[in-house]
């Protein structure tokens, strides 16, 4: 190793000082400017959050105003009254009885067919045969599905009900058979 003269000594304890400093300056600045940065981070996403916030709050009063719109449309009317399917099987029927005997149809048998469930909902579904003038016919279709609670007809059947009585009696109105499926739906909670 070759020997320093005393100014080159001076100028490498020199840059040995300097550079210990720059390591010490690095070591303490280099944690306080991430520590700063992640602050800084944070600030932003909570104002950020506050602004979001802030726009919710806002509409609050609007969403309390379609609540009770939506309250006063009264929803539970679209469903059949009992959770219970025996119960809303008889609510079904006794509707589809008053329907017919409003529209003077003749009901030839009706049949409950198994429950469906489906999340909070419960399908309740009957199979009616009935006997009915074709213009009553059309009377009680319309009756049952602008009906409140909501009824669908489903799997619909109609046919002449004496084909050589009708054919001979071309003025009268023909004597329809129907048969089709009636479904309501009722929520699982309601008593």
Known sequence: MKQLNPLQSKLAALAILLLILALVVCAIAVPIWLLNRR????????AN???????????????QKKTIEI????SARHFLKSASPALAAAELQELVKAILDE???KLTSIQILPHKDDGQYRQVSVVLQFNAPLSAVKAMLHALES????????????????????????LNEPEMFVQFDLTGYTLKGAQ
């Open 147 to 170: 009906a409140h609670p909501y009824l669908f007809v489903d799997n619909l059947q109609m046919r002449v009900a004496n084909p050589l009585v009708q054919a001979k009696d071309v």
């Open 103 to 105: 529209n003077g149809g």
């Open 39 to 46: 602050y800084d981070l944070a600030v932003d996403d909570a």
């Open 71 to 74: 309250k006063a449309l009264e």
């Open 49 to 63: 959050r506050l602004q979001r916030y802030s726009k919710i709050v806002g509409m609050r009063d609007g969403l």
